[in-house]
Structures are given as C-alpha cells and as structure tokens.
C-alpha cells in the first residue's frame, strides 16, 4: 500500500553535509512511523531515526544524534533526513522505511530501494 523510493545519496567530504529524500505514495502512509536505516557491506541494516508521520515525534540512534535531523512535509508525502558532519563510517547504502517504528527493523513493513552515501576521507 506504500511505496518508497529514495534519493539525494552521493559523494561527499568527511564533515559535510548531505540532505536525503523519501518520496512517499500511498494513501495509508499518514499512519506509519517513517524510518531511515542505513548498511554497509556484509553488515545488517541499521536504525538511523525515525519520525511519526501525523505528530511529527523524531528519535534518533545515538551515534547520529545532534549531527542528522528527520523532517517531513506532510503535503507533500515526503520525508528527509539532513545529514551533517558526516563521518566516513556513514558510507553505507540508505533506506528509509514505514511501518510501526521505531527503531526495529521488524516493525517496518515498507522499503525504499536505497540511496548510496559515499564519504571520503
């Protein structure tokens, strides 16, 4: 019922800033928890942040607090996430996600394609 597709990965500097996209389609999209989880080669899918889609509550994994911010615009059924201050580590494939949330995986019923996110050193 939902469809996701990502965009706005790419090449960046340690330190600098990247803005990712998740177009949203799907009528019962509003009721979900949006989530963004990214994963690297070889290694499982990890929760980035999320946000409730109808009141706008945002959480975050620890180790992109204060650095990334999830957004969404409600009109046009789309979510972001401003990533700063990114670190090499962050060179991983992005997904977001709808579902239940929050930060488990096994609640997401919904899964863009992915976004690649490439941080040079």
């Known amino acids: 019922q939902v469809q996701l597709v990502e965009s706005g990965g790419g090449l960046v500097q340690a330190g600098g800033s990247l803005r990712l996209s998740c177009a949203a389609s799907g009528r019962t999209f509003s009721s979900h928890v949006l989530g963004w989880f990214r994963q690297a080669p070889g290694k499982e899918r990890e929760f980035v942040a999320a946000i409730s889609w109808s009141l706008g509550s945002t959480y975050y994994a620890d180790s992109v607090k204060d650095r990334f911010t999830i957004s969404r615009d409600n009109a046009k059924n789309t979510g972001y996430l401003q990533m700063n201050t990114l670190k090499p580590e962050g060179t991983t494939v992005y997904y977001c996600?709808?579902?239940?949330?929050?930060?488990?995986?096994?609640?997401?019923?919904?899964w863009g394609q992915g976004t690649q996110v490439t941080v040079s050193s």
């Open positions: 996600a709808a579902g239940l949330g929050v930060g488990s995986r096994e609640r997401y019923n919904y």
